[in-house]
């Protein structure tokens, strides 16, 4: 990330009174105009160059007020595209020290949310195992929303 698009972003007039970012992925052109813009969202388009894991957790840093992570992203069941990251259940483990560090800041009596959407990720075995994983990580409630249904899977 070029120092001119962090000073832009590190500006932004709401970051901080803004409990949610989204973030979503270049190659999902389609979502673009579905991510929200609401009154305390802030939107960041993800890299596809970078690791993505530490792109969020980068932001994140910055601002340790965030609660919801929206996250718009390729993917399949078990498998989730975030830069030029593949996540996995078999590849999570290199990037567990980053996806914890994505609500450490958070008090322990704020359940944060992470919403992940635009892929099949929860889906199958693979995908239970995935969201699992992630879940212990970042100690978020998370909701995957299916591009192909209106489904929704909720892992409390």
């Given amino acids: 990330m070029n120092t001119q698009t ?3 972003f590190l500006d932004h007039p709401f970051l901080s009174s803004c409990h949610t970012v ?6 999902l052109e389609t979502y673009k105009d579905l991510s929200p813009s609401l009154p305390g969202t802030v939107r960041r388009t993800l890299s596809p160059h970078c690791n993505g894991v530490k792109q969020i957790a980068n932001v994140l840093a910055i601002c340790p007020h965030i ?3 929206h996250i718009y992203a390729p993917g399949e069941p078990g498998k ?6 593949q996540l996995t259940v078999d590849s999570i483990d290199h990037y567990a020290w ?6 450490g800041f958070i008090p322990p009596f704020i359940q944060p949310s992470l919403i992940l959407d635009g892929c099949n990720v929860g ?4 995908g239970t195992a995935l969201i699992h994983q992630l879940r212990q990580l970042t100690g978020s409630h998370i909701t995957c ?12």
Wanted: net charge neutral; hydrophobic share 40%; glycine share 4%.
């Fill in 22 to 27: 989204v973030f979503d992925s270049p190659k």
């Fill in 98 to 103: 980053d996806i914890q560090a994505w609500f």
């Fill in 6 to 8: 962090k000073h832009t």
């Fill in 80 to 85: 989730l595209i975030l830069g030029c990251v």
């Fill in 67 to 69: 609660q919801t992570v």
């Fill in 123 to 126: 889906d199958g075995k693979e």
């Fill in 145 to 156: 929303r299916q591009s192909d249904a209106q489904r929704h899977l909720h892992v409390v």
